[in-house]
């Protein structure tokens, strides 16, 4: 249990772990190019619900952005990874546990997978390791999973791998468009969950 307030800068924990068939890892200078035509390939899947991936970045924005995501990493104010294919290193898409509170040892899981691979339970097996990883290294006492109610894919994501809905925030966003949307909010914590 930790109760002391300590800088996260000092925490130590790795940036890179394996499940069954992914390396799940920090960003690194280099991975813009590949990442980059991850989205590209994803744009219809990602759009509606990432905005990221609306108007398309060009590959040096996306290198900018893994290296900006590395010194977050580093940092520790988020934990950008990306999903990669344990064999042959290719990107299969990102994670990574976000909006970090370290007083409360609160992340949220956050993910996208690039369409060739998705329907694979690779998110699944990503978010079952995030989630080992948030509570072996980083001490987790809640473990967040959000999406937009009308994301069915995202939120069978959270069920499968066994979080708990705890509520939905009614018009809790505005899209671009002006159309509110609602928010569902699922969850583990320790002492129930782990
Ligand atoms: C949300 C998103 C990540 C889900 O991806 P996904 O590929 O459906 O999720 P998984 O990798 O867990 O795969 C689950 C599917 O694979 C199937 N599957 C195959 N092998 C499996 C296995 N070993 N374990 C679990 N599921 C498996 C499941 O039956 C399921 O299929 P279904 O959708 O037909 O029911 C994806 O739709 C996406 O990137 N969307 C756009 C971005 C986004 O919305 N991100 C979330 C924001 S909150």
């Known amino acids: 249990m930790t109760d002391k307030k300590i800088d996260p800068i000092l925490l130590e924990f790795p940036e890179e ?6 390396r799940i890892r920090a960003t690194r200078p280099g991975d813009g190019a590949e990442l980059n035509a991850a989205i590209r390939e994803s744009q219809q899947e990602l759009a509606p619900f990432m905005p990221f991936a609306r108007v398309l970045p060009e590959p040096e924005e996306t290198e900018q952005l893994v290296r900006r995501r590395r010194l977050h990493f580093l940092e520790r104010t ?7 294919d344990r064999f042959t290193d290719q990107i299969l898409g990102a994670s990574g546990l976000h909006r970090i509170n370290w007083d409360v040892r609160r992340f949220e899981i ?23 990883y948030a509570i072996r290294y980083l001490d987790a006492n ?7 109610d009308r994301n069915l894919k995202s939120a069978a994501v959270a069920k499968r791998a066994g979080f708990t809905l705890e509520g939905v925030l009614r018009n809790w966003l505005r899209e671009e468009d002006g159309t509110l949307v609602n928010e569902m909010i699922f969850a583990k914590i320790r002492g129930v969950d782990f």
């Open 17 to 22: 772990f394996e499940t069954e068939r992914l």
């Open 78 to 84: 988020d934990l950008m990874m990306l999903m990669t």
């Open 110 to 132: 956050g993910y996208w997978v690039r369409t060739s691979h998705a329907g694979r339970g690779l998110v699944t097996e990503a978010v079952h390791g995030l989630t080992d």
């Open 142 to 148: 809640r473990i967040e999973i959000r999406c937009d």
